[in-house]
């Protein structure tokens, strides 16, 4: 279509008389929209909301480059999720050496994303299937039926986008905690969690050891204290269950790692605990 027919089609003529002249005066009036000729804007292609399954991948981020496919460890469940590289990388010192491409596993991403980009406009317009794959195993000693939950609530929070305004069972954030750790997320985490206020319930020392609390909340409120450093739950916690003492300290309990991390507490806790413990029992 030419110049002159786009201005004939959007610029419609309005006429006047002049009232001394009788003369007819024709005016440019401004464009006049219809419906046939308002402009179109360019939709991109659409996208799946974050949170959303496409082809047994969940979107954590619709742009992301990266299908990260976590298994709970070596042939367990395996999880996969849309995610961002660079906000991985950001958050994560483990994930920034994972995808730096120094190593197989980051070299691999980033030749087979130039590749996409050269088939496509940019990699969100790629189909899913094509995008990279990196694998993660082991999440760390949680204690979950299935991974699926804990690891999207963590990748929610890794990429900055859980808005709810949700509390989170005690169970479910040293979960969080745990795999935290594991990935050496630690301080998004708790930033997070100082966000949402799951950490503001305190208990002094004193109402610690009196307080008629499971054991297994005891540890879980200790192993969240120890890893996302809040002191307070840390040391209360701890106070608890030296007056108190342990289960698992005594003859019948089953010493070994069995299970979740707070049930066998890192970074030498668990013995300095128990050594407190038995030094109270000498002078008692």
């Not at 003369?23 to 799946?48: F, G, L, W």
């Not at 963590?154 to 990429?159: G, K, Q, R, T």
Request: aromatic residues 4%; hydrophobic residues 40%.
């Amino acid at each position: 279509m030419s110049k002159s027919t786009k201005k004939h089609e959007h610029t419609l003529p309005s006429t006047t008389r002049d009232s001394r002249t009788n003369k007819r005066i024709e005016h440019a009036t401004s464009p006049r929209k219809s419906v046939s000729s308002q402009t179109v804007v360019d939709r991109p292609s659409e996208m799946p909301a974050p949170h959303a399954e496409v082809d047994g991948v969940i979107i954590i981020s619709a742009v992301g480059d990266v299908i990260l496919d976590a298994e709970a460890e070596e042939g367990g469940e395996i999880v996969l999720l849309r995610v961002d590289s660079a906000v991985m990388r950001s958050a994560s010192p483990y994930f920034d050496r994972l995808l730096d491409v120094k190593y197989k596993e980051g070299s691999t991403v980033v030749k087979e994303l130039e590749e996409i980009r050269q088939a496509y406009a940019s990699v969100a317009e790629a189909p899913i299937s094509k995008l990279p794959h990196i694998k993660i195993s082991y999440l760390g000693q949680t204690l979950v039926k299935t991974i699926r939950p804990l690891m999207t609530d963590f990748m929610n929070i890794v990429h900055d986008q859980d808005h709810t305004s949700r509390k989170l069972p005690l169970m479910n954030l040293a979960n969080l905690a745990v795999v935290a750790d594991r990935f050496d997320a630690c301080r998004i985490v708790a930033r997070w969690a100082n966000e949402k206020n799951l950490l503001s319930n305190p208990i002094s020392v004193k109402t610690a050891s009196t307080t008629a609390t499971s054991e297994e909340a005891v540890r879980q409120r200790l192993l969240v204290g120890l890893l996302l450093q809040h002191h307070s739950w840390f040391t209360a916690s701890s106070a608890q269950i030296i007056m108190n003492g342990s289960s698992r300290w005594s003859d019948e309990e089953v010493q070994s790692s069995d299970g979740a991390l707070w049930r066998d507490l890192p970074g030498s806790v668990e013995g300095i605990n128990s050594s407190i413990l038995s030094l109270h029992h000498c002078h008692d």
